[in-house]
């Protein structure tokens, strides 16, 4: 019998968009059972790679009682309080991260690398010492998705008497004996995010960059979108 939340799409909205705009996200997902209490959702901006301390929860909502199906809406946040990030930490690439909870137990993520950077070719290559907020550019790769599952004991809730597919309302056998979601197979095939080229002004992925410091900023990224306690659905 399934149990659980999947999620089946994440449409990222108001993208590409400037650096103080607020974040939009079109959240679809398939709850397998009946569930009692709220499920919470997050939008957490990470303000550094330094210190988990620096990390913004920008805003949370609760969704509940869910029942069995499948739902969607669209999760509208306000942009990271500019002040609260370091200078040096403004400009560049950075992770914005969806969680989901059910009695405050995180069992999944979706995890975004975001390019922050000036539209202006002379300010790219000469930034100012103190970061120019509504000049900045913000781009969310939106093709290199993240997800990662927790598993969590999800008490006394009713399971649904079939599984609830993510793409159709026709109870769906497979979707029983396996939890992965199309939105999930396709990010799985992402097996390597690389970061974007922030020193030549290309929010798209690489394969290899130039700039000095992105294997730097990839490998203390990675921690965050796949925490030791996970499973990494990419």
Not at 207 to 212: I, N, T, W
Request: proline letters at 8%; aromatic letters at 8%; one cysteine or more.
């Amino acid at each position: 019998m399934v149990r659980g939340v999947n999620i089946c799409d994440v449409k990222v909205l108001n993208n590409p968009a400037t650096f103080l705009d607020p974040f939009s996200f079109e959240i679809t997902f398939a709850c397998h059972e009946n569930l009692p209490d709220d499920i919470e959702w997050k939008i957490i901006y990470v303000g550094s790679a330094e210190s988990e301390k620096l990390d913004q929860v920008l805003d949370s909502v609760l969704v509940g009682p869910v029942p069995a199906g499948k739902h969607m809406f669209t999760l509208e946040v306000p942009g990271p309080d500019p002040w609260k990030i370091p200078d040096q930490d403004v400009v560049g690439v950075t992770i914005v991260l969806i969680t989901c909870s059910y009695r405050e137990k995180e069992f999944i993520r979706v995890g975004y690398y975001v390019s922050n950077s000036y539209k202006d070719p002379e300010m790219h290559e000469n930034p100012p010492e103190k970061p120019k907020y509504e000049l900045l550019e913000r781009n969310i790769l939106s093709t290199d998705a993240r997800v990662t599952r927790f598993a969590i004991d999800w008490g006394d809730s009713v399971p649904s008497a079939a599984g609830v597919a993510c793409g159709s309302s026709v109870n769906n056998e497979s979707v029983q004996k396996n939890l992965e979601t199309d939105f999930e197979i396709q990010n799985k095939e992402n097996k390597q995010m690389t970061v974007p080229n922030v020193s030549n002004g290309d929010t798209k992925p690489s394969e290899k960059s130039e700039h000095p410091d992105n294997d730097k900023i990839e490998a203390e990224k990675m921690d965050v979108l796949t925490p030791q306690t996970g499973t990494s659905m990419t």
